[in-house]
Structures are given as structure tokens and as C-alpha cells.
């Protein structure tokens, strides 16, 4: 029995303020939600670890302005500070799992997030707040950004090898937050993913207004960087010293000589879209119960950035967004609140051509 093509939906939330008046949007966009009215409803449970203090403590350090938009987030929800930071803050809820795929090369970047839909927070924000730099990008436990690119033309995204053994650290999706919010270029971000201690081992990759491009691999007191005019990026690690990190990578390697093809051909912005974002791409995935849920391409000279949701986005306008990021900082909010896409076409798409065999 072929699975029907499903609808998904992915709010825009546009922020800006303060990093409190931020908090309070972002609450007050995820209060409308069923998720956040299901959220709402729910009682929660603090882990048994948690220290409030010590939350504070890492916060002021490494994530200053990301503590005052959690307490905007608690204002905004009516919550106690402790169950915001809890839920909204470093390790609260489950970190992502699925599988990533990346292309970097010519000025081009080019990103499929694959993760499990129930689990999608299916929102992307645009946040200008002051002492931090503008950014948009895929939003995850509100504060915390899966990809995406800032106002100097940065582009980041995160790409998870291990979940377990965890260490001290930032979890990965505040680290992108962290990356968008304070760094203006690939060498910048280098040197600060290098400096700041790591939860999990993952993979970001990297592509500056200037073309620089880079692959930094990280773990908890490891770190190792690719660099090259092109680039590729999946699930696994390549350098020599992290490799023995490595996880069961079939489904990771066998994503990666596609990606390199295309990295090496330099294709164009939309050549690339097409090609992350085709359903029969081998990039684009439905392995497990996971999907290709978006694809951004960044062509971080000219701050534009193309989104996608779900497969075969570019086939219909209102499926794909073209954003001019220039014009966003400059204070031109999105026409938009939503962008919908389908899901499922990979698995129709694959059943179809084997019933032509």
C-alpha cells in the first residue's frame, strides 16, 4: 500500500527586541501552537541532576544573552525559570538524531535536515536583538538553531555522529545558536568551536560571505578541521583522529560521494536546491521512520537564503522561500507567517518506479 503524500507546515517567527523581548515572542508564537498548548498542559518533571545555579553559572559564561531570552520565554509562558531552563535551555529535551546532509563549495551552501516529523519543532526564526548579530534559521527548543545563516553571511549546520557518551558541555543546537549570534565569518566560528566544550560529537559545517568553507568535527576534548575549496559534509568523521568516534555510518558514507559530485561541479544555487531537495536524490531521505524534512541553500555573498519544505519544493512557489536577508535586518519583515510542503514523495516516488519495472 503506497504512503500518501502528507502535508507539512513550518511557522516563520520573526523577533525582534531586547534578548527578553525575544524570549516573550518566542513564547507567545509557541503558546499558540498544539504543541505548545499540549506543553502547557503538561506537568513536568525536573531531572534529578538539575541545579539551577549551575545552569546559571555556564549560561553567564558561554551564553549570556540566551539566559535573559529563557527568562523572557518563562514570563512569556508563566512557567518557573527552573522548568524554562529545564525544557528550553541546554539539555532539556532530546537532542536531534537524524541524519544531515551538506555541499559547500563556489559560494554555495547547500543543507537537507533529515529527522523524524513528530519530533520536528517545524518552526524557523528570524531574531534581531542588540549585542548579538541578526540571523534566521531552523529553530529547535526555541533557543536553539538546527542551521542557518546571520547577517554578516555565515551559514552553519549541524550534523549529528554520537549522541552518547555526553560530556560537559553546550549541546550542539546552542552552539549553532551561539555561532550565528557572535560569529562573522569561518575562521571566527572555527575559533570558537574549538574553545568551547561539546556534549556530543558532531559535525558543523561552514560557509562564509567570503567563500571560506570548513568542516570542523568535534567531540568532547577533540577537535578537528577540514578545509578545501569544496566540500562535502554527512553523519561520520573523516579526519584521521576522529574517526575511532565513529558510530555504525553505512547510511552516512553512502550519502557522501553524491554530495562530493556535486561540491566539485560547483553547481549554482538552484542547481543545488534541486538536488538536496529532488526526491529521488540520494540526499533526500526516508530512511527508518526519518524524513527530509527542509533544505536551505545560503549564498552567503549575496545574504540570500532559499528554504524549502519537504521534497520537490522548488516544483511549486509557494512551497520554496527566497529570502533577502539584507532587506530582513534592514527591518522588512517576510510576507509570510507559514510555509507548507509534502511529505512522503520519496516513498511514492520509489514504489512508483519499482511497479514500472
Not at 503524500?5 to 520573526?14: A, D, G, I, N
Not at 560569529?183 to 561539546?198: D, G, N, Q, S, Y
Request: glycine letters at 10%.
Amino acid at each position: 500500500m503506497a504512503c500518501a503524500p502528507k502535508t507539512l507546515r513550518v511557522s516563520f517567527v520573526q523577533c525582534r527586541g531586547t534578548p527578553y523581548e525575544v524570549g516573550r515572542a518566542q513564547a507567545d508564537a509557541f503558546a499558540a501552537t498544539r504543541k505548545g498548548q499540549a506543553f502547557l498542559r503538561k506537568r513536568v518533571r525536573l531531572p534529578w541532576w538539575f541545579n539551577i545555579r549551575t545552569e546559571e553559572r555556564a549560561f553567564r559564561v558561554y551564553a549570556p544573552a540566551l539566559w535573559e531570552e529563557i527568562g523572557g520565554i518563562a514570563e512569556g509562558l508563566n512557567i518557573p525559570m527552573e522548568q524554562a531552563v529545564a525544557c528550553f535551555g541546554n539539555d532539556g529535551l532530546r537532542m536531534p538524531t537524524g541524519g544531515c546532509s551538506a555541499v559547500m563549495s563556489d559560494g554555495v551552501y547547500g543543507r537537507n535536515y533529515d529527522f523524524r516529523p513528530r519530533q520536528y519543532e517545524a518552526r524557523f526564526a528570524l531574531v534581531q536583538a542588540p549585542g548579538s548579530y541578526a540571523s534566521v534559521g531552523g529553530s529547535h527548543q526555541l533557543t536553539g538553531r538546527l542551521d542557518g545563516m546571520n547577517e554578516h553571511g555565515l551559514a552553519i549546520g549541524l550534523h549529528l555522529v554520537k549522541a552518547r557518551p555526553r560530556s560537559p558541555g553546550l549541546t550542539s543546537v546552542l552552539l549553532v545558536r551561539r555561532v550565528l549570534d557572535s560569529c562573522a565569518t569561518t575562521a571566527e566560528a572555527i575559533h570558537f568551536l574549538r574553545r568551547t566544550p561539546h556534549v556530543t560529537q558532531n559535525n558543523y559545517s561552514l560557509l562564509d560571505a567570503g567563500g571560506v568553507a570548513a568542516v570542523v568535527e568535534a567531540g568532547a576534548g577533540a577537535v578537528a578541521v577540514r578545509g578545501g575549496d569544496w566540500l562535502a559534509c554527512t553523519n561520520h568523521f573523516q579526519s584521521p583522529q576522529l574517526r575511532r568516534l565513529n558510530r555504525r555510518v553505512a547510511h552516512s558514507i553512502d550519502r557522501l560521494p553524491a554530495l562530493e559530485g556535486w561540491a566539485a561541479r560547483a553547481l549554482s544555487a538552484e542547481q543545488t536546491f534541486k538536488a538536496l531537495n529532488f526526491p529521488a536524490s540520494p540526499a533526500f531521505h526516508n530512511y527508518g521512520n526519518a524524513q527530509t524534512l527542509h533544505t536551505i541553500v545560503a549564498e552567503p555573498g549575496k545574504r540570500r537564503l532559499l528554504i524549502g519544505i519537504g521534497g520537490d519544493a522548488a516544483a511549486l512557489d509557494e512551497d520554496m522561500l527566497d529570502i533577502d536577508f539584507k532587506l530582513w535586518v534592514a527591518g522588512e519583515d517576510l510576507p509570510i507567517k507559514q510555509l507548507k510542503g509534502q511529505l512522503n514523495l520519496g516513498l511514492q516516488r520509489l514504489r512508483q518506479t519499482k511497479a514500472r519495472r
